[in-house]
């Protein structure tokens, strides 16, 4: 997927650099070089709001991840949206990762949940189940049923969804974004087989999680 749709900088920070940089060059106008800081808060939201394309792998059956940061769970789990036994890979994303959200499979919307709810750390396990999020059901040509969930974080405090159930989705396409520090926790068939291990360091849209396995 290397015609990218979207910007280098993702369409959501651009309020953000704008008023900064004005910000920043009013400071600069008013008191020199003692607003250095300002410039850094403009290089921060710069890199924050990176949103570099990506080549993303077609293999048959696996499953990309869709942020970038680092794996914090991989482990046998249970699906509370769909209800069933499930195995679950999360990464976790803090404020010096891309978070733009990528779809980890190509497939149909079945159902969107959102859930208001806590900010607690993201990194933590009770993250997945009190903290605000937004979870969607992927169902592959194949028939794999596949949940993705964004959970919001300590600072998160905005979920954005562009999709709608009955929508389709390409692996790799960016389908949302999580402002300032979060999660993604992905629920698969219980036979799946993981490609990540705890602490990796992935990327969305083009770093494998697991394969299905028929």
């Known amino acids: 997927m290397k015609n990218y749709p979207h910007p280098i900088i993702a369409k959501e920070g651009w309020p953000y650099l704008t008023i900064s940089f004005l910000v920043a060059l009013l400071a600069t106008y008013f ?61 976790f994303m803090n404020v010096f990762n891309a978070h733009s959200n990528r779809s980890p499979v190509t497939g149909t919307v079945q159902k969107i949940w959102y859930h208001p709810g806590s900010f607690v750390n993201a990194s933590l396990a009770k993250a997945s189940l009190e903290n605000e999020r937004n979870a969607l059901w992927i169902k592959t040509g194949a028939g794999a049923d596949i949940t993705v969930v964004q959970v919001a974080g300590l600072i998160a405090r905005r979920i954005l969804c562009y999709v709608d159930e009955g929508e389709s989705l390409t692996a790799g396409q960016r389908y949302g974004f999580i402002r300032f520090g979060s999660r993604l926790d992905v629920y698969l068939p219980t036979t799946s087989q993981a490609r990540v291990t705890l602490g990796e360091k992935v990327y969305a849209g083009s770093t494998i999680l697991a394969q299905l396995n028929d």
Do not use: H
Request: hydrophobic content about 50%; proline content about 10%.
């Open 31 to 91: 008191i020199g070089w003692w607003s250095l800081p300002f410039w850094a808060a403009v290089v921060f939201i710069l890199q924050f709001f990176r949103d570099p394309p990506r080549d993303v792998p077609q293999d048959r059956g696996i499953i990309t991840s869709p942020a970038d940061g680092r794996v914090v769970v991989v482990e046998a789990s249970r699906d509370p949206y769909l209800n069933r036994d499930a195995f679950k890979i999360s990464v």
